[in-house]
């Protein structure tokens, strides 16, 4: 089973700053990576898929790169809806396996 | 809106056994695979099983292969889980998402809000 490491655990940014944050596989997982948004209360929402393809309706501020086993998620220009936890999941490997997530607070 | 709302949740004990359903809506049910994940509290997501468009094939974690059982039924728009043999470490919110298993695409959207399943004696 492939293992995801997020860094860092916790972020702090101020709102109109830019935040990146990174997802590491323990083994090459192509640019078969996907990112999503969780809030409390509220189902998770897709992101980002296939490394780097915004998912319908995702505000051109949310962008991601990488492949293999190195990926990072950028957030341009934080708004204050953006304050949540991000969580990246492989879907190369079976079963898919998703990671700790990383949580995008107000500094 | 494609929406996903999951319901029976609740506290149950160990060695018991809860089902859960999913209701979906805002786009044709048959044409997708689904899948239930879960988050244990202070955990990660964890994929816990999926299920083929038409049934024929499922999926399971090795965590709850043997104890639970995915099935759907398209005329009814709806997603199950029977769960069995419940242990302390089942508990979680449970998600129905549509993607992953049986599924042209590995990632999961949409998803529901969850159900809670504490498994407590």
């Known amino acids: 089973e492939i293992v995801m490491t997020q860094s860092p655990a916790t972020l702090s940014v101020s709102p109109g700053d830019r935040a990146t944050l990174s997802c590491r596989a323990s083994q090459s997982v192509s640019s078969s990576l996907a990112w999503y948004q969780q809030k409390p209360g509220q189902a998770p929402r897709l992101l980002i898929y296939?490394?780097?393809t915004r998912a319908t309706g995702i505000p051109a501020r949310f962008s991601g790169s990488g492949s293999g086993t190195e990926f990072t998620l950028t957030i341009s220009s934080l708004q204050s809806e953006d304050f949540a936890v991000y969580c990246c999941?492989?879907?190369?490997?079976?079963?898919?396996?998703f990671g700790q997530g990383t949580k995008l607070e107000i500094k | 809106e494609e929406q996903l709302v999951e319901s029976g949740g609740g506290v149950v004990r160990p060695g018991g056994s809860l089902r859960l359903s999913c209701a979906a809506s805002?786009?044709?049910?048959?044409?997708?695979?689904m899948s239930w994940v879960r988050q244990a509290p202070g955990k990660g997501l964890e994929w816990v099983s999926g299920i083929t468009w038409s049934g024929g094939s499922t999926g399971y974690s090795d965590s709850v292969k043997g104890r639970f059982t995915i099935s759907r039924d398209n005329a009814k728009n709806s997603l199950y889980l029977q769960m069995n043999s419940l242990r302390a470490e089942d508990t979680a919110l449970y998600h129905c998402?549509?993607?992953?298993?049986?599924?042209?695409?590995?990632?999961?959207?949409?998803w529901g809000q969850g159900t809670l399943v504490t498994v407590s004696s």
């Open positions: 296939g490394a780097s």
């Open positions: 805002g786009f044709t049910f048959d044409d997708y695979g």
């Open positions: 998402a549509r993607g992953y298993y049986g599924s042209g695409r590995g990632w999961f959207d949409p």
């Open positions: 999941q492989q879907y190369n490997n079976w079963p898919g396996t």
